[in-house]
């Protein structure tokens, strides 16, 4: 395990170390929530195109409560493991790049999670639809979560695992709302 988490901070030492002050600005930027907005609202427009009022509402219920279960199971393991962040880590802190820092423990990012799920549910959802929506959304994916390496505030396998968390949470959420959506349609037609 020692061996493991040596690797790990070899690799968040490297990526961290590629970056440039001229670059931080950017990769803040990357990590904020809010810049997200009118992408959020592209991805409701796109549902809103291509499902009925009644079953978008059904859709935004299971993201909202995805996105909440991800976040929440993230900040569980944060407090339950205690890995601290990069940023808080004393034998890292000269280091590396501090750029910015989050809350003291990092093991899984919610970053990682959440966009992951956000992009493996719409992806299940709108991307037979879009030539290139699945490839776009899982880009976004890997670019939100890879600004948490450079910033320092996660080590790589934090986001790793938030990523395959997310992944797996987006898919079992996109089987549910599309029986969900079936369950209605039927229930319609009859």
């Known amino acids: ?6 690797k790990d901070q070899e690799a968040l030492l490297f990526l961290n ?10 990769w803040i930027l ?42 929440q199971i993230a900040t569980i393991f944060k407090f339950g ?4 962040r990069p940023c808080h880590n004393p034998f890292l802190e000269t280091k590396m790049r501090l750029v910015t820092c989050g809350g003291m423990y990092g093991f899984y990012s919610s970053h990682a999670s959440n966009t992951f799920f956000l992009a ?14 699945t490839i776009s959304v899982f880009l976004w994916a890997i670019i939100v979560s890879y600004s948490r390496i450079y910033l320092g505030v996660h080590f790589p396998f934090d986001v790793a695992f938030g990523a395959a968390a997310g992944f797996l ?3 079992l959420f ?3 709302a599309k029986r969900t959506i079936r369950i209605k349609r039927l229930k319609n037609y009859h």
Do not use: C, H, Q
Not at 1 to 6: A, D, G, L, S, T
Not at 17 to 26: A, E, I, M, N, V
Not at 31 to 42: A, E, G, N, Q
Not at 81 to 84: F, G, K, N, P, S
């Open 1 to 6: 395990m020692e061996e493991f988490i040596n």
């Open 17 to 26: 170390g590629l970056g440039t002050k001229s670059f931080d600005p950017f």
């Open 30 to 71: 990357m990590s904020d929530k809010w810049i997200w907005v009118p992408l959020y609202i592209i991805f409701v427009y796109l549902l809103y195109k291509n499902y009925k009022l009644r079953n978008l509402i059904f859709i935004l219920i299971f993201i909202g409560l995805g996105i909440t279960i991800s976040d």
């Open 81 to 84: 493991v205690l890995r601290l």
């Open 120 to 133: 493996t549910f719409l992806s299940a959802l709108l991307g037979k639809k879009y030539k290139f929506f």
């Open 169 to 171: 949470l987006g898919g």
């Open 174 to 176: 996109s089987v549910l």
